[in-house]
């Protein structure tokens, strides 16, 4: 996440993530499951504009960015401006716990698709808490915000840690930054159609055996990438593939390419995959584009 600006009107690129890893261990007693994930965030962005209002009213608008404006199912008419708006709900948050009595007017560029496990909504909700204290100039540390992350979302806290990978535990706030030695190449593709993430965990069994992101890890930071590909691992495709058919077919459309691995994002439904330059990802998704 970059923030920039003059005080008086900020900007912040809020990335997606992908999931590279993520293993379910287990179901907890609130409902939520227990997971192993490593997640690295992607050079795919948000970008959302704050401004301080003329009153104290949080005003959020969400613009489609080029030809994402429209994906369909799930699409950028589907992502709410009210209260339902992770925006507007981790600035009312920070609002109420800081107690300033201060305006904002958001305007949110979406790049990133929704319903597709890249957590566009909750990398926005990081960015929002991260450029309100300085608009509205509350001085909170990330880890005076964490708590506020944790209750927005499982996927915000990574996000405000502002490390481009680590492994989340818990329901995926428990953040381990991991340093990569290289930039890694992805193409991904998020089908016409998306997914609930509740209605995929809903579906999901717990892994038994667990496995590990260890030798993941070890592969990535090691730069066998070749090795790092097959070790990818998301244990919610069955569940995303049950309930998506679209799914199926780009993971099957990704098992015919020349990538070095490939799995889905979180919850679904983008997948994506791993290529060896720049030049390779640039030319297969162009072709798969077309
Ligand atoms: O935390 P977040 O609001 O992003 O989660 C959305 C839904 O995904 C939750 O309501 C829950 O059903 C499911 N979930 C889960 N276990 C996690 C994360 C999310 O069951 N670790």
């Known amino acids: 996440m970059l923030v920039y600006g003059n005080g008086e009107v900020l900007v912040a690129q809020a990335p997606a993530k992908l999931n590279l890893f993520l293993e379910v261990l287990g179901k907890r007693a609130d409902g939520y499951h227990e997971l192993e994930t490593l997640m690295v965030s992607v050079g795919l962005y948000d970008t959302l504009v704050f401004k301080e209002g003329h009153s104290k009213t949080i005003a959020v608008r969400c613009l489609g960015a080029g030809e994402r404006s429209d994906c369909g199912e799930g699409g950028i008419d589907s992502i709410p401006t009210g209260r339902d708006n992770l925006v507007v709900q981790a600035a009312h948050l920070l609002r109420d716990h800081t107690g300033v009595q201060r305006g904002a007017e958001i305007t949110v560029w979406k790049r990133i698709p929704p319903a597709a496990g890249l957590a566009g909504g909750s990398s926005d909700a990081a960015a929002t808490l991260v450029a309100l204290t300085h608009l509205w100039n509350v001085p909170l540390s990330a880890a005076e915000l964490h708590p506020l992350a944790v209750r927005l979302g499982s996927d915000v806290a990574f996000f405000l840690a502002r490390t481009p990978a680590a492994v989340c535990r818990g329901r995926g706030e428990v953040i381990e930054p991991v340093p990569l030695p290289m930039t890694?190449?992805?193409?991904?593709?998020?089908?016409?159609?998306?997914?609930?993430?509740?209605?995929?965990?809903?579906?999901?069994?717990?892994?038994?055996?667990?496995?590990?992101?260890?030798?993941?890890?070890?592969?990535?930071?090691?730069?066998?990438?070749?090795?790092?590909?097959?070790?990818?691992?998301?244990?919610?495709?069955?569940?995303?593939?049950?309930?998506?058919?679209?799914?199926?077919?780009?993971?099957?459309?990704?098992?015919?390419?020349?990538?070095?691995?490939?799995?889905?994002?979180?919850?679904?439904?983008?997948?994506?995959?791993l290529c060896t330059t720049r030049c390779q990802a640039l030319a297969l998704a162009r072709q798969l584009a077309a």
């Not at 999901?204 to 260890?214: D, G, L, T």
């Open 184 to 273: 890694l190449q992805f193409v991904i593709v998020r089908p016409p159609t998306g997914l609930s993430t509740s209605h995929v965990y809903r579906a999901c069994q717990p892994s038994s055996p667990a496995r590990s992101c260890r030798p993941l890890i070890q592969s990535l930071t090691a730069g066998r990438l070749a090795e790092a590909g097959r070790l990818f691992h998301n244990a919610l495709v069955a569940p995303a593939e049950e309930l998506n058919k679209d799914v199926t077919l780009v993971r099957r459309i990704f098992s015919r390419q020349p990538v070095l691995g490939h799995s889905m994002s979180g919850s679904g439904t983008a997948c994506f995959g």
